[in-house]
């Protein structure tokens, strides 16, 4: 019996191509279904370097490329032109790693003119001089490519080669190239060591390769793969993500990281149905992250991943604000949220009545209120502290410049007042909601088996409190997920200090699936190269980050107006669309609501459809930076990236106030910069009009 399988590849090609074309596939992927394969013509190439390689007519323009597995077993690899069709058959070899017991899948055409190009040894030492053959051996590395990887010198020379190569061999070169030692680099990949690998069991080493080769189940499965796949593409994860995922237990809290694109919320999404298919009846999981927008995204994403409703049914999906008000309010609470007008009145006359400083040029002034509010929320709130007593004790590590008793009774009085008044008004903020919520849970039993969170690096520690009354301390309890990069809020928090404590059980991901190797490139130049502190106190860096894929160079465009910048934008967004890219693949990411306002209704009077979650409108997502986190899109266009713009005026404490709050007020500029360039898969286009922002790193760099 025939069965065709989908290479993870082909679904994105697959989204990329005309609706005719997608329909011709339809139709010769129905014939496999109906094992009527045999007269879909699977054609052998003349001087292919692969003799397992078929190629299969879609339509006059179009071919298929197929992979034979054995045992009636094929796996479609992609659709392309016919010319390109042929090319990509002739060119690949396909392999089994020797270490991982994997599908591999090489340019070996591309490797022989590399190796043609590159002949003699570098006259000032290789990039690798360090690694022996037996080390590249142990790391999976094919012994063949051995003697071409001895000349390689350069960072840039690997990157050329690194494409031609197979996909675990290539994340593992790169990992060296990128600071990573031999150790490292195994550490990675030491949990999926298979014995016994038979190198010419093509279909054993497909079946090991979840995250590349897809078997479908049956009819209705590979139909709902092709309805969205995009979608699907996403819940691929790759094996260093899965043994993450899918570890038995973990003894407590288990902490990832890693930056953007390197999978941690896909991760966290397969270790929230894998515990709860096992979770005995009457127990859930809750899966939680920052924002109501990327908990929306995660609902979206677990239907996708899962379709038995007993199992979604154990998993709660929501923000932490909103589980902190709806335990606030069923604890019979009287629940009103201050919105964020009301809470910047409030701090303004805090501000103008409070205490005043002497600032570096020598004159007296008074805190600024986003001075007070930075306090009352790092300081006060994140510590629990409720009296001046407490305050004065209190560590303000963190805050830059210190405060003389004296001033700190002063803050001390404006923050109270501001409290007060919120108080008189019967309102909260969500930060006091989570340590309402928390207080109420204290009193009675955890409510969940497990929890997973997603972003964590943007969560108060009060937020942190809540998270952890709601599970019991124990195996399996926590399954955190941050990026300390990615930090476009205020918070920092020492997690071991809130009784969460990860050590020995933190583990982080260095390779970007998402992002080309020059959309990453570029985003990483935005940020400042420092290393960030992490959840578990230490500091995290960049080191060993790297993309797999190569794509096209990110295009800046600079207009006259702002008026020229929608007129091209317009244009751009059209040309996705025409080239069939799916309208919900497609986002825009901007600095402000203003504009959101604006480009939304410019792209509707251009009739582009533009997504309205409220009215359930499908279509190209437009949106502020901070609500692009946690999404990915095929094609993302930033745009209005001025200097007037970007960093926001009213994001940046004043220098002369507080050096040191307005060194982190543009650090955290730049993380929303890096977080939303990071947002895109494929393409990347950025424009401004007049002078561009400094933080954009084409800007005069």
């Not at 990887?149 to 290539?170: C, D, F, K, N």
């Not at 609500?627 to 930033?638: I, N, P, S």
Request: aromatic share 6%; hydrophobic share 40%.
């Amino acid at each position: 019996m025939a069965e065709l399988a989908l290479s993870r590849d082909f679904l994105p090609a697959y989204a990329r191509l005309q609706r005719r074309v997608r329909r011709a596939v339809d139709a010769a992927i129905r014939k496999f279904a109906e094992h009527t394969h045999a007269g879909l013509h699977l054609e052998k190439l003349t001087g292919a370097r692969d003799p397992n390689i078929r190629t299969i007519r879609i339509d006059l323009s179009y071919r298929g490329v197929v992979l034979a597995l054995g045992e009636e077993r094929y796996a479609l690899l992609d659709v392309l032109p016919h010319d390109d069709a042929n090319a990509f058959a002739v060119s690949r070899r396909f392999t089994v790693n020797q270490v991982l017991g994997v599908l591999e899948m090489r340019d070996q055409e591309g490797i022989e003119e590399f190796a043609r190009a590159e002949t003699s040894a570098p006259a000032g030492g290789g990039l690798f001089d360090h690694v022996t053959t037996a080390e590249f051996v142990r790391l999976g590395v094919d012994v063949d490519l051995v003697p071409l990887l001895r000349v390689i010198a350069t960072v840039q020379q690997l990157e050329s080669l690194a494409g031609r190569l197979p996909e675990t061999q290539r994340d593992n070169l790169l990992g060296l190239g990128a600071g990573l030692t031999v150790d490292e680099v195994w550490a990675e990949q030491a949990d999926r060591i298979v014995s016994g690998v038979d190198p010419d069991d093509l279909l054993a080493a497909a079946r090991r390769t979840p995250e590349r080769i897809a078997f479908v189940s049956g009819p209705m499965e590979l139909a709902a793969i092709l309805a969205h796949p995009f979608d699907v593409w996403r819940t691929f994860l790759h094996p260093t993500q899965r043994d993450i995922a899918y570890r038995e237990t973990y003894s407590g809290p288990a902490l990832v990281t890693g930056s953007a694109g390197t999978g941690k919320t896909v991760t966290g999404l397969h270790r929230a149905v894998f515990l709860a298919e096992r979770l005995p009846e009457g127990e859930k999981v809750l899966l939680t992250t920052f924002t109501r927008a990327l908990a929306d995204a995660l609902t979206r994403q677990l239907y996708r991943l899962t379709g038995d409703p007993a199992v979604r049914a154990r998993i709660d999906v929501t923000s932490v604000d909103r589980l902190a008000y709806e335990i606030v309010a069923r604890d019979g609470g009287r629940v009103s949220v201050a919105d964020s007008e009301i809470v910047d009145q409030l701090w303004q006359a805090a501000a103008k009545a409070g205490p005043t400083f002497v600032n570096r040029a020598g004159q007296v002034t008074t805190f600024s209120p986003a001075f007070l509010r930075h306090e009352w929320e790092q300081v006060v709130l994140a510590q629990g502290l409720t009296t001046l007593d407490g305050y004065h004790a209190a560590s303000r590590k963190g805050r830059g410049a210190g405060l003389r008793a004296a001033q700190r009774a002063q803050v001390w009085a404006a923050i109270d007042a501001f409290a007060r008044e919120l108080t008189k008004r019967r309102l909260r903020t969500h930060t006091q909601l989570a340590d309402d919520a928390a207080a109420i849970l204290r009193r009675s039993p955890a409510r969940y088996r497990h929890v997973v969170v997603d972003e964590g690096q943007d969560l108060h520690p009060a937020q942190w409190r809540l998270l952890r009354a709601l599970v019991a301390p124990g195996p399996n309890d926590m399954f955190l997920l941050a990026d300390p990069h990615q930090r476009i809020y205020d918070s920092h928090v020492s997690l071991a200090q809130l009784g969460i404590e990860v050590r020995g059980r933190t583990r982080r991901l260095t390779v970007n699936y998402r992002t080309t190797h020059e959309i990453l490139d570029l985003s990483v130049r935005v940020l400042s190269g420092d290393a960030a502190l992490g959840l578990d106190g230490q500091d995290d860096t960049l080191r060993g980050y790297r993309s797999t894929t190569r794509g096209g160079v990110p295009e800046i465009v600079v207009a006259d107006s702002r008026d020229g910048e929608c007129e091209a934008l317009i244009e751009r967004v059209g040309t996705w669309l025409e080239q069939g890219v799916e309208p919900h693949a497609i986002g825009v990411a901007v600095r402000t609501g203003q504009l959101v306002k604006a480009i939304s209704r410019i792209l509707g009077e251009a009739h582009i459809d533009v997504a309205d979650d409220k009215r359930g409108t499908d279509g190209v997502r437009v949106a502020t930076m901070h609500r692009m986190k946690g999404l990915e899109f095929q094609c993302l266009a930033v745009v209005g990236l001025d200097a007037g713009v970007l960093p926001a005026p009213n994001a940046l404490t004043s220098a002369a106030e507080d050096p040191h709050a307005h060194r982190q007020d543009l650090q955290r500029e730049r993380c929303l910069l890096f977080v939303a360039l990071t947002r895109a898969r494929d393409v990347l286009y950025l424009s401004h009009c007049g002078t561009p922002s400094p933080l954009l790193p084409l800007a005069g760099r």
